[in-house]
């Protein structure tokens, strides 16, 4: 069925519906209905919070996510062309890694029953296929290392009580570790020629890994009595540096400085993180300044980051005018005179750091805990970070978001439903407002092993288990990010008139043009709002194909597929698709209602 419809405003554009629209909604325009918020796009004049191209920023901070957990990446190739992914995350990865009893690299071999074997050199298999995944993907790496002791060093103890002798030994490990993955991603000759980027990450929120015993709610309340710690060694103890004779484990509540550091205690820097995020980024440095790297590896980019802090000490500390374990990771790294070392005669922890990481999950605009609002905002936590990257001389230092989602909440439907891409539509244009330079989505897909996924996980596939066989279901943020992905050229202008529930994201090229309209508020309540869209300055005239792409509680939603009779497919569905002409630089839209969700107009010249 074709209809047509035309307008009688100053250079509008004539519309010719081919398909998937409404025909009566055509006679609804900006121009005949006042009352209808009209979003304007000037697409002569180009918008940069970043400093820089604003939408290749915007894609950069999604465009990561943590390795798949059940034994392969091959279902998830569609998806890393659809949302244009550039890093895989691989957590964890290295657990297995280890040296032998000659002190080569290579992998701890480990039985079926879960016994540690002996010590194979050459490689380190979890680690290896998954570097191998993110070559043969197109993609770079992103390691985050050392979570845990690995096996030939438990014999010692916590890295604390360590002889010079066995921090040698422990340097070496990661000396070697760090060869090998550079050795193995930037080799020219493999798949794709190898990654571009290895960045290496230590430890995973170690402010608040292990933030209570093992047994703490064994009983209510809790007995200390019954407090006890994880081993040492892999998927074992998080704070595997730390000595835990030092402190009073069975002291709770924590009565003084004697008791043992609990989630976000600052004692975990210069006795957790900070002593192993130096070995590294030492070696780092040392590799990547040596002769031959650069030769050997032209245009390729070793880099350490950190410390990937959960951002929970922002709400801990803030409020009481102390500074953050964020602010103080900063000031041991790269102040020379914020810790003497003895040993050395020089600062203790003072290392190269290339990008400061950090993560962030829910309530972006008025903070994601009630009890401290103002501090825990993101806008609050990136400009208490830039302050103090500018007091230590470093203002330009990126910011790398290297894990967010819209909730850790895994009992609600923010992440698998409207909700969530509203979410993170509204949340990605916050963080180009801020500065944020790359980032990267918690996870690939919710799945670990054969088993169905966690559907509440911020992942963007869902993992399902049907008459026996894996099947994988985008879920919503992950088609918001394919909108994203389909813009091209820069930002332009976009004017949403206030006040509006509605926000937009507007990007043209010489021959295509595309807006992302959004509908968002905190609390998530269904609100529809009705608006037309105005382009303006379009540098080319003539017949345009136009598509809309939707959003909402009804479409290409998984909680809808999931839980309406008719399941309503979850992947991105196109909901209108006409022809249209721009004329003097001019195309109006018609008018359309969204409710909570994401809509995305896009017209490309014929």
Not at 446 to 456: F, Q, S, T, V
Request: aromatic share 10%.
């Amino acid at each position: 069925m074709v209809l047509s419809a035309s307008r009688t405003r100053l250079g509008a554009a004539l519309l010719v519906v081919t398909c998937f629209s409404n025909p009566a909604s055509f006679a609804q325009t900006a121009a005949s209905t006042p009352s209808v918020a009209t979003i304007a796009v000037d697409a002569a004049t180009i918008v940069s919070d970043s400093g820089g191209d604003d939408l290749a920023t915007l894609k950069n901070i999604f465009q990561g996510a943590n390795a798949p957990q059940d034994g392969t990446i091959a279902p998830m190739r569609q998806l890393i062309a659809d949302v244009g992914l550039r890093r895989l995350r691989l957590l964890q990865a290295d657990t297995l890694c280890d040296l032998d009893s000659n002190g080569r690299f290579g992998e701890r071999q480990l039985d079926p029953s879960g016994q540690f074997g002996p010590v194979i050199a050459g490689g380190c298999g979890p680690l290896d296929t998954q570097i191998d995944w993110a070559i043969s993907s197109g993609l770079s790496v992103h390691i985050a290392a050392a979570s845990f002791m690995p096996v030939s060093f438990v014999q010692s103890g916590p890295a604390e009580t360590w002889s010079m002798t066995e921090l040698d030994r422990y340097r070496s490990y990661v000396d070697q570790l760090v060869r090998h993955v550079v050795q193995r991603a930037f080799d020219p000759t493999a798949v794709n020629g190898g990654a571009q980027r290895v960045v290496f990450e230590c430890s995973n929120e170690l402010d608040i890994a292990e933030p209570e015993p093992v047994n703490f709610q064994a009983v209510t309340p809790p007995d200390p009595a019954q407090f006890a710690l994880l081993p040492l060694g892999p998927w074992g103890r998080f704070l595997w540096w730390i000595d835990p004779s030092t402190y009073k484990l069975q002291e709770w509540p924590v009565v003084d400085d004697q008791a043992y550091p609990y989630s976000t205690d600052p004692r975990r820097l210069a006795r957790g993180l900070l002593p192993i995020q130096k070995i590294f980024a030492d070696r780092i440095e040392a590799i990547r300044s040596e002769a031959g790297f650069s030769s050997a590896y032209p245009g390729r980019m070793l880099e350490i980051a950190g410390p990937a802090f959960s951002s929970v000490s922002f709400y801990h500390y803030s409020p009481s005018g102390l500074p953050t374990l964020e602010e103080r990771f900063l000031e041991q790294s790269l102040d020379p005179t914020a810790s003497f070392d003895p040993v050395t005669g020089g600062a203790r922890f003072q290392a190269p750091l290339d990008r400061f990481s950090f993560h962030f999950y829910g309530d972006f605009q008025n903070g994601w805990i009630p009890q401290a609002p103002s501090y825990t905002t993101l806008a609050y936590l990136v400009q208490t970070i830039r302050a103090k990257l500018a007091k230590l001389n470093r203002p330009s230092m990126p910011l790398f978001l290297s894990e967010w989602g819209p909730s850790v909440d895994t009992s609600s439907d923010v992440n698998y439903s409207h909700k969530g891409a509203a979410w993170a539509a509204a949340f990605l244009k916050e963080a180009v407002r801020l500065g944020i330079a790359d980032g990267s989505y918690l996870m690939l897909h919710d799945g670990i092993g054969y088993d169905p996924g966690l559907i509440g996980m911020p992942s963007l596939m869902h993992k399902m288990i049907i008459d026996g066989a894996a099947s994988y279901q985008p879920k919503p943020v992950a088609n918001v990010l394919r909108m994203f992905a389909m813009m091209s050229g820069q930002r332009r202008a976009a004017t949403v008139p206030a006040p509006s529930a509605l926000d937009a994201f507007a990007a043209s090229d010489g021959v295509s043009a595309g807006i992302v309209v959004f509908n968002y508020n905190s609390t998530f309540i269904d609100a529809p709002q009705t608006f037309s869209v105005e382009f303006d300055n379009v540098p080319f005239d003539g017949a345009v194909n136009v598509r809309r792409y939707l959003v909402d509680a009804n479409t290409s939603n998984l909680a809808a597929y999931l839980l309406q009779p008719t399941r309503p497919d979850p992947t991105l569905q196109v909901v209108e698709e006409f022809t249209a002409t721009v004329q003097d630089g001019r195309l109006i839209l018609p008018v359309r209602t969204l409710g909570l969700g994401v809509t995305f107009w896009q017209f490309t010249a014929r």
